[in-house]
């Protein structure tokens, strides 16, 4: 029997030390895994001096054993309540918590002075062992403090739901020490050995069984998790070592992630397509979107979840499958281009028919006074080999004179038409204004960049960029000084960007005059975005964005 006891002894304390060690190691860092490690360690406590009562000892021996052992018996039901409120999403006060362990301090008091008052051993002997009313006391409270956090469990048990085999391997894991102890003390058991220490080796199986197999510390994925196994869209959670401890079908099946795989597997997938993602950071933007290898494009939602301190709890991404946004957007987008160029088109087609009708009139006004006038001098010189016809001539005058204020006024007529059409012709691909506008500085060197392909689906906003870079020119031509000045026109998919960089003073504080306003104003009115950057020796920036879907009204 001794050696029995012995191997139950040793296998109860490893396995307990066991399921401590994988609660500091792997487990969640937060407060409801490091009270449960402690009761695990309290349980160690408990065990270790039950190695030692088998063999011959003296009385200050046996006391010493009972004193280390009974470390882990005073606390352990503090413990255990503390651990049922913090697994519950409660947290007791300070005052609390120290009452609470107070009280056990007080009975651990008692005992270690008991040889002064004997209220917690009526006798204590090598032989014998004889219990005070101190420490039924004792005993009363551990019971009270066990049962109110197996009440606490099996509260948060039934709101949420949780399996039938799932509760009964965490209530078994602290009800049966419980009940092993009461054997002991009562009597009913017939043994003249403790069996509550034994009854932790079953504990304590329960209770890894419950961490390893059911998840106890995150018993929300048991609750949530056909729920989202079921959903279109893809969730995936990691916890705060970076490792993915849910991933559902559509986030294993859109990114190629699943349980237990590293955050940087899915942050170089990301990094691809340039999608920058922290674990403790929320970078990503409603452009995140991350595209498929069939075509398919997912918008990609991180949040991020902290505890008290600030340090990372856990984190989410969320999954959205928008390739028919984007393809309804693609169409929306060529139904714009298309519109405009049928309204640049219209704009042509009645310029044109203004010139002509214009062109028309003055040229058909002035051959008819020039054939009145030739009729008039035809006249004028036969009456005048008669000496007669002086009037005459001042009537030819006059229609000279028409004539004359005819063409001018044709003229202008035709030059604003012809400015008109211009401006809706000129520029029509982006980079040819660009260029154009920087072969004519002179005054310093202007080095242009293109990023992507230009092409007419960009027309429409080549007159906004040109009017923003010409002013762009002129400021630094005015004030920066500068003799160096980098552009960068960059095509997207969705966007169109133009970044203007000079070499110039810079200036601590940017005032927006006209120049920088007029840039704003045209770029918003387009539906776009500036952003403008400067400090004293680092130059001039300007960043402007246009949304190729839009249309705008210059």
């Not at 949780?162 to 020490?177: E, F, G, K, Q, W």
């Not at 260029?435 to 004519?440: D, G, H």
Request: glycine share 8%; charged share 20%; net charge neutral.
């Amino acid at each position: 029997m001794p050696i029995m006891l012995l191997v139950l002894h040793l296998l109860t304390i490893g396995l307990s030390a066991y399921s401590c060690g994988w609660l500091l190691l792997k487990a969640e860092r937060s407060a409801a895994a490091m009270a449960l490690a402690a009761c695990q360690l309290l349980m160690i406590f408990w065990c270790i001096p039950q190695l030692f009562l088998g063999f011959p000892m003296t009385k200050e021996m046996k006391y010493l054993t009972y004193g280390i052992s009974y470390i882990g018996i005073t606390w352990i039901g503090p413990a255990w309540l503390v651990f049922s409120f913090l697994y519950c999403g409660r947290r007791l006060s300070r005052r609390g918590q120290i009452l609470l362990f107070g009280l056990a301090g007080v009975h651990y008091l008692a005992f270690l002075t008991n040889e002064y008052h004997h209220f917690f051993y009526l006798k204590f002997e090598v032989e014998t062992v004889e219990y005070g009313w101190v420490f039924y006391v004792h005993m009363a409270y551990t019971y009270i403090c066990v049962a109110g956090g197996i009440k606490a469990v099996l509260g948060e048990f039934k709101k949420k739901r949780v399996a039938t085999i799932h509760l009964a391997v965490i209530l078994l894991s602290a009800a049966v020490p419980l009940g092993f102890n009461i054997l002991y003390l009562s009597g009913w058991a017939n043994t003249s050995f403790d069996l509550t220490p034994l009854a932790f080796a079953l504990s304590s199986f329960l209770m890894l069984l419950a961490v390893l197999r059911y998840d106890f510390l995150d018993v929300n994925s048991l609750a949530f998790e056909p729920v989202l196994s079921s959903i279109a869209e893809g969730v995936a959670i990691y916890n705060k070592r970076g490792t993915f401890v849910y991933c559902n079908q559509a986030a294993t099946q859109w990114l190629g992630i699943k349980k237990d795989d590293s955050f940087c597997v899915l942050q170089r997938k990301l990094e691809s397509q340039q999608i920058t993602v922290q674990m403790e950071r929320e970078l990503l933007s409603e452009e995140s979107v991350f595209s498929l290898e069939n075509g398919g494009k997912i918008r990609v939602k991180q949040y991020v979840r902290k505890e008290k301190n600030g340090n990372l709890a856990a984190g989410t991404f969320l999954l959205t499958n928008v390739g028919e946004y984007y393809e309804r957007l693609r169409q929306s987008r060529e139904l714009a281009v298309s519109a405009q160029r049928l309204a640049i088109e219209q704009e042509r087609n009645r310029i044109a028919q203004e010139v002509h009708d214009t062109t028309g009139h003055t040229l058909t006004m002035i051959q008819s006074l020039l054939r009145l006038a030739r009729v008039e001098w035809e006249k004028n010189w036969s009456a005048v080999e008669k000496g007669e016809g002086k009037d005459s001539w001042d009537c030819m005058e006059e229609y000279f004179i028409q004539a004359q204020e005819l063409a001018v006024e044709g003229i202008r007529e035709l030059r604003i038409s012809i400015n008109q059409l211009r401006q809706g012709s000129e520029g029509q691909l982006v980079t040819q204004g660009i260029f154009q506008l920087a072969k004519q500085v002179k005054e310093l060197e202007v080095e242009v960049e293109i990023q992507g392909q230009d092409s007419p689906a960009y027309s429409h906003l080549s007159l906004v960029v040109y009017e923003c870079f010409r002013e762009a020119v002129t400021n630094c031509l005015k004030h920066a000084h500068a003799s160096h000045m980098d552009v960068i026109v960059k095509f997207e998919e969705e966007w169109l960007r133009l970044y203007v960089f000079d070499n110039g003073q810079g200036c601590k504080q940017i005032t927006e005059s006209n120049g920088i306003g007029g840039i704003r104003k045209r770029v918003e009115k387009a539906g776009g975005q500036v952003r403008v950057l400067s400090s004293p020796g680092e130059g001039f920036q300007i960043f402007i964005g246009l949304p190729v879907g839009g249309v705008a009204d210059v």
